[in-house]
T-cell receptor, first 115, second 114 residues
Framework: EAGVVQSPRYKIIEKKQPVAFWCNPI?????LYWYLQNLGQGPELLIR????????DSQLPKDRFSAERLKGVDSTLKIQPAELGDSAVYLC?????????????FGPGTRLTVL | GDSVTQMEGPVTLSEEAFLTINCTYT??????LFWYVQYPGEGLQLLLK?????DKGSNKGFEATYRKETTSFHLEKGSVQVSDSAVYFC?????????????FGGGTRVLVKP
């Protein structure tokens, strides 16, 4: 079974440029998460989807960040415009959903460097 | 709010040494506790978990016991190998909350030398 797929793995951009990250969750997983992981820190939740609905986006900086999960499968996280402080690893995770099936499976992440 | 504190690294050990990584938590609800491991260049993988007080999670020679009285979930392994070199994250999830949001500690880097 394929795991969570993310692309690109690495991205280098100049500040004020837009950037987008893509995530393909494990097949059949209804819940999808985007996390931000700053260097030397643990991941922090940005947004959670249940199918195509964003049910928790309280930690997403909505002035520059946006996300979508069309058709309840793949998801895209966008930053526009990027700032120097956005340099971090962006992790995608998925789970089957429901409290009894709550194990989250993580992708390898996208490492963003903003110059 | 919920929080997780774990010992800072890096922790450098020789092969076959005993490993302990301390983790304590603060939670208002009834959390499940987890240890995730991140090998170089890979995503986080669930190592073990415990869902209630006094439960012991174990996997790949690693163990951790859910201690409600000390709000701790320390990770231990009796004899580490070079392949255990990774970053280890302690995390909690409030089972009463929707979405199983994970709150992570800062991570502890472990380096095992041959």
């Amino acid at each position: 079974e394929a795991g969570v797929v993310q692309s690109p793995r690495y991205k280098i951009i100049e500040k004020k440029q837009p950037v987008a990250f893509w995530c393909n969750p494990i097949s059949g997983h209804n819940t999808l998460y985007w996390y931000l992981q700053n260097l030397g820190q643990g991941p922090e939740l940005l947004i959670r989807y249940e199918n195509e609905e964003a049910v928790d986006d309280s930690q997403l900086p909505k002035d520059r960040f946006s996300a979508e999960r069309l058709k309840g499968v793949d998801s895209t996280l966008k930053i526009q415009p990027a700032e120097l402080g956005d340099s971090a690893v962006y992790l995608c995770a998925s789970s089957l959903g429901g409290r009894a099936r709550n194990e989250q499976f993580f992708g390898p992440g996208t490492r963003l460097t903003v110059l | 709010g919920d929080s997780v504190t774990q010992m800072e690294g890096p922790v450098t050990l020789s092969e076959e040494a005993f490993l302990t990584i301390n983790c304590t938590y603060t939670a208002t609800g009834y959390p499940s506790l987890f240890w995730y491991v991140q090998y170089p260049g890979e995503g986080l993988q669930l190592l073990l978990k415990a869902t209630k007080a006094d439960d012991k999670g174990s996997n790949k020679g690693f163990e951790a016991t859910y201690r409600k009285e000390t709000t701790s979930f320390h990770l231990e392994k009796g004899s580490v190998q070079v392949s255990d070199s990774a970053v280890y994250f302690c995390a909690l999830s409030d089972r009463r909350a929707a979405g199983n949001k994970l709150t992570f500690g800062g991570g502890t880097r472990v380096l095992v030398k041959p």
